[in-house]
């Protein structure tokens, strides 16, 4: 069955014929046991900005009741990394550090559907699935004083940079005061134009590109400045 001509991974309801398959993709140091769909983005593997963010991720340092957020988890590639990775250093560091409550906002139902699927299926058991457009949930998580250390996503480019300024202005207004947010941008879908409104947005703000690679980039922006390794070898500051 073709999906409809006007559906886009981003429709809150997909009305393409359900074809669920399986995935397993090794990522830095990590194994993800992954359901996909017909209807949702990247079905078949995990898609190159999404695996590029991933291997140059930057972490905080988790102490007790830290936030994370990922808007646009789709079927929780990263959300899923993340939880992977703070349990493996949880169980290496005699410090024993919390893992962090991370946040995994999705539009898509079908996603939606998946990621719930891969959370148990990868016994991630700190992943809280905020269902529905993100810019629902801010004001309640803004009400509630929700803050976070960090936010990432490889954000919905082809909703166009109006509503992803929205997006991001957002997720801006959710930061911890010495967080940051991080996300990946093909070039050639405007990654330095929309880095110079984001600059408009934020003028006082840190802006950098942590990492160039197959035609995309890898950006943190933040309110305080930090300095990152432009190849992280453990992914932690």
Known sequence: MTPPKNEQYFSKRPKSELKVRKLFESIRKHTL??????????????????????????????????????????????????????????????????????????????????????????NCKNITVLKGDFLDHFETLKEKGVTFQAIYTNPPLKTGHATMLDLFEQAMDLLAPNGFIQYVHMKKLGAPGFLKKLKIIQPDWFFTIVRKKGGYQVIIISPTKFEIESKPSTGYF
Not at 42 to 50: A, C, Q, R, Y
Not at 88 to 114: C, F, G, K
């Open 33 to 122: 046991n992954l359901q996909t769909s017909t209807g949702v983005f990247s079905p078949e593997n995990v898609d190159k900005g999404t695996r590029i963010l991933i291997e140059n991720l930057i972490l905080p340092e988790s102490y007790p009741g830290m936030k994370i957020l990922e808007i646009g988890a789709g079927y929780g590639p990263i959300s899923i990394w993340l939880e992977k990775e703070y349990q493996l250093q949880n169980q290496i560091n005699d410090n024993t550090p919390p893992i962090p409550n991370i946040y995994a906002s999705e539009i898509n139902e079908r996603a939606v559907w998946l990621l719930n699927r891969n959370i148990i299926t990868n």
